[in-house]
């Protein structure tokens, strides 16, 4: 691996045993909790996209008329990433995106996508990001959250967003909360085998073959600079501290 990368993980892992070590886990015991922890959640899931796009926007073109842009190795990476986030299949080989799969999962198991659905339709209707996220009706931590993200995505250059693209928003399930999906299927298999469905791929794809591209071009748009190596570390942690605000959000 990588000597940046290993450095990288290092300073980060406080950051990172605290969120994976967070209460919410312990707290979702039964389909009402899992609701809730889904209302919230959703809004990751969704501004992960927006986080992924404009990484394809930065390291790709995609304008007309087309021109080669940037380097061979990190487009494939990118674009690679987005294409399994933006058209991966459903449980029965149907295209779809993750955060329509999500969208799904939550109507099965009976989860509120009013929240979710009120930012999209502000967001058609023309509304600025900013102000779509001011008129949510949710918990400020969801808002901090949603914020940062597009603080992110508006001002960042290319490899802070990779790396809190990488670090703070990949592999963030622990193996308990599978667990405890296990015992909520056991009890309701019509209300959660589509969530079930979602995290085992969220596992599969994103935790595995994805994250070894995203370290990759993490690395790639890094190179041997320090200065972004140590952006990329700060940009990080304090990801992993925002997200550990919204699963404060979720507990209260």
């Not at 990118?78 to 058209?87: D, H, K, P």
């Not at 929240?115 to 996220?133: F, H, P, R, V």
Request: with cysteine.
């Amino acid at each position: 691996m990588n000597q940046h990368i290993q450095q990288l993980k290092i300073a980060i892992e406080p950051s990172r045993a605290k969120l994976l070590q967070h209460p919410v886990y312990h707290q979702i015991q039964t389909l009402a909790q899992l609701q809730k922890f889904a209302e919230v959640h959703v809004f990751a899931v969704w501004d992960f996209m927006s986080l992924l796009k404009s990484l394809q926007q930065k390291l790709t073109c995609v304008q007309t008329p087309w021109v080669p842009f940037g380097s061979a190795n990190t487009r494939y990476l990118i674009n690679e990433i987005v294409l399994g986030e933006e058209s991966d299949v459903d449980a029965f080989d149907n295209r779809i995106s993750h955060f329509e799969l999500y969208q799904q999962a939550m109507r099965q198991m009976g989860a509120s996508t009013s929240g979710i659905e009120s930012l999209m339709l502000a967001l058609q209707s023309g509304k600025t990001i900013e102000a779509a996220i001011q008129q949510l009706n949710c918990a400020d931590s969801v808002k901090e959250f949603l914020n940062f993200t597009f603080k992110i995505v508006n001002h960042a250059p290319a490899h802070v967003q990779a790396a809190v693209f990488t670090f703070g928003r990949e592999d963030l399930i622990p193996d308990m909360f599978t667990r405890l999906l296990e015992k909520l299927v056991a009890e309701a298999p019509d209300k959660v085998s589509i969530f079930k469905y979602y995290i085992e791929r969220h596992i599969e794809v994103d935790g595995g073959h994805h994250s070894h591209l995203a370290l990759e071009m993490v690395s790639e748009l890094c190179g041997d600079d320090a200065v972004k190596w140590k952006e990329a570390e700060l940009a990080s942690i304090e990801a992993l501290q925002i997200r550990a605000k919204l699963w404060d959000a979720v507990t209260a």
